[in-house]
């Protein structure tokens, strides 16, 4: 069984400092990935997707950037922090064909910029 | 360009009734793929439903949409409401036979069932 876990659950962190968040899918080979993000009482709005390692393609830029440097982890990360930056983020992935198969979706990382 | 609306951002029932929740769409492109999402508190959103096909209707879990292309609509509709189904739920289109890369999001529509 598939199985993806993000890191870390939860953090606070003070504007201008770096941000580092991670995703691992385990049981599942070449998985699309993506980024999500929710901003407090707004909707889902999709960050990156990636089909394939050290490939990522920008959705909303946001100020973030990801890196995919293996075929089964995907990095969300900054070098500085914004208040805007706060929300919840969540990692998915998908089979082979993209979105329009089932979305599995982590557990998420809530993020406090203070 | 494509889009997604949920005109109910809350919906609040007594345990027992109907749920319907809203789903209208705009795309160009006439093969449209509608998929709800369901958010439970504490958990990883998760696919309820999805169809491409046009007037046949789908059921998950107690719940059913139906695909109108005539109107746009994939409606979320329950016959009873439980108070497990307090959730976010979110509809959601992609482009059938092109861009597979992402899901246009409705803003979700939060659903509270009281006793």
């Known amino acids: 069984a598939q199985t993806i876990h993000q890191w870390p659950v939860a953090e606070i962190k003070a504007v201008g400092s770096p941000l580092s968040l991670g995703c691992t899918i385990k049981?599942?080979?070449?998985?699309?990935l993506y980024w999500y993000w929710q901003a407090t009482g707004g909707t889902l709005q999709q960050l990156f997707y990636?089909?394939?390692?050290?490939?990522v393609e920008s959705v909303v830029q946001l100020n973030l950037s990801a890196s995919r440097p293996k075929d089964d982890q995907f990095i969300l990360s900054t070098e500085k922090l914004l208040l805007s930056h706060s929300g919840f983020y969540l990692c998915?992935?998908?089979?082979?064909?993209?979105?329009?198969?089932?979305?599995?979706f982590g557990a998420g990382t809530r993020l406090s910029v203070l | 360009g494509d889009s997604v609306t949920q005109k109910e951002g809350l919906v609040t029932l007594t345990e027992g009734l109907p749920v319907m929740l809203n789903c209208t769409y705009q795309?160009?492109?006439?093969?449209?793929?509608l998929f709800w999402y369901v958010h439970y508190l504490n958990e990883s959103p998760r696919l309820l439903l999805k169809?491409?096909?046009d007037n046949k209707r789908t059921e998950h879990q107690g719940f059913h949409a139906t695909l109108h292309k005539s109107s746009s609509s994939f409606h979320l509709q329950k016959s009873s409401a439980q108070l497990s189904d307090s959730a976010l739920y979110y509809c959601?289109?992609?482009?059938?036979?092109?861009?597979?890369?992402?899901?246009?999001w409705g803003l979700g529509t939060s659903l509270v069932v009281n006793p």
């Open positions: 169809s491409s096909t």
């Open positions: 049981g599942k080979s070449s998985p699309n």
């Open positions: 990636s089909i394939t390692v050290g490939q």
């Open positions: 998915a992935w998908t089979r082979t064909g993209g979105v329009q198969n089932t979305l599995y």
């Open positions: 959601a289109l992609s482009d059938r036979f092109g861009d597979n890369s992402k899901l246009i």
């Open positions: 795309t160009i492109y006439s093969n449209a793929f």
